[in-house]
């Protein structure tokens, strides 16, 4: 089976629905709210899939909010819309499972199991066993810049499917609704 069947199985969209209701959030563009999701992809989800399968699917641009960070300066934030945000949630469910393990025990970031709590005891683990140097490193604008090209270049050392890669490339390309 290919990795975008597994990705657009009815098990595997029916969690990511859920994930997504789950976090809520804010609406993307279209003002569509997590409380609708269940009834559109009732009436959408074969027509998704189908786009999906033929490369034609086009997420919509992200809707642009600025939120204050500690310094006075403003963080670019981009919503999707959550019908997006379901697509998106059904390939990092799938992909997580294939990138987890490759990932440093020390990375908590968008991580399955992983949370800011869990951050901070390994930390204060670190400073009880005697370590005293913290490295806060936070790459400007990265979303912004990443080379998607060799972004895909990496992904599909371990994705052979073509399929899944240009789902990934049409969220990269979406674009911005300021």
Do not use: C
Not at 12 to 29: S, T
Not at 35 to 52: A, G, T
């Amino acid at each position: 089976m290919e990795l975008i069947e597994v990705i657009l199985s009815d098990e595997n969209l029916e969690e990511a629905i859920r994930r997504v209701k789950r976090n809520r959030g804010a609406a993307g563009v279209d003002g569509m709210k997590t409380s609708e999701l269940d009834e559109y992809f009732s009436k959408h989800k074969e027509i998704i899939k189908q786009q999906i399968r033929n490369m034609q699917y086009r997420p919509k641009p992200v809707r642009r909010v600025y939120i204050p960070k500690p310094n006075g300066k403003q963080r670019p934030l981009g919503i999707p819309s959550v019908a997006d945000r379901v697509v998106q949630q059904a390939a990092a469910q799938v992909l997580s499972g294939i990138y987890d393990s490759t990932f440093s025990d020390h990375s908590y970031g968008f991580r399955p199991n992983r949370s800011a709590h869990d951050a901070m005891k390994d930390v204060l683990n670190n400073l009880n066993s005697g370590y005293d140097w913290v490295i806060d490193l936070d790459i400007e604008k990265y979303f912004d810049t990443v080379n998607h090209d060799k972004l895909i270049s990496i992904l599909r050392e371990k994705v052979n499917d073509k399929r899944t890669l240009h789902l990934i490339r049409s969220f990269l390309k979406a674009g911005v609704m300021v």
